[in-house]
């Protein structure tokens, strides 16, 4: 399976996502000369997360930042905003959903919480979804 590597680029208030799968060596690169002209980049790996750094590097982590394993970074998550008239099946369509439900999503690549890898490495098994299933038969 091709791991999937994206560019994420804020710019004037607006996240611009650039597809560099087929060649990450050039995504590297793209989002070095971007950081040089003072643009905010990241470079985002959405099939293979990473886990958590060592203690050492704890201190990097602010109040209340979550590690994101896609971004590789210690990362706010918020709720998503709301936009009108998203086409079915896009990321804003995604990201309504999200708000709805009130679910904080990672502000960089739009992972959102409830994801596997996101509450097993910052351990929000039991603050984040914790509804217990009702062990009751039903009748």
């Not at 399976?1 to 060596?25: A, C, L, N, S, Y």
Request: a positive charge.
């Amino acid at each position: 399976m091709k791991v999937r590597i994206m560019v994420i680029v804020f710019h004037k208030g607006k996240r611009i996502v650039k597809d560099f799968t087929e060649q990450p060596r050039a995504g590297q690169e793209y989002v070095k000369k971007l950081k040089k002209v003072g643009a905010k980049a990241h470079l985002v790996t959405y099939n293979r997360p990473f886990w958590p750094p060592e203690e050492d590097d704890m201190h990097l982590a602010g109040e209340g930042m979550i590690w994101c394993p896609y971004c590789r970074a210690w990362r706010w998550y918020g709720r998503p905003k709301y936009r009108d008239n998203a086409e079915l099946m896009t990321d804003p369509w995604f990201m309504n959903i999200f708000h709805a439900q009130e679910i904080k999503v990672c502000l960089w690549c739009w992972t959102s919480e409830q994801d596997w890898y996101v509450r097993q490495m910052n351990g929000l098994w039991d603050t984040v979804g914790s509804k217990k299933r009702s062990r009751r038969r039903r009748r």
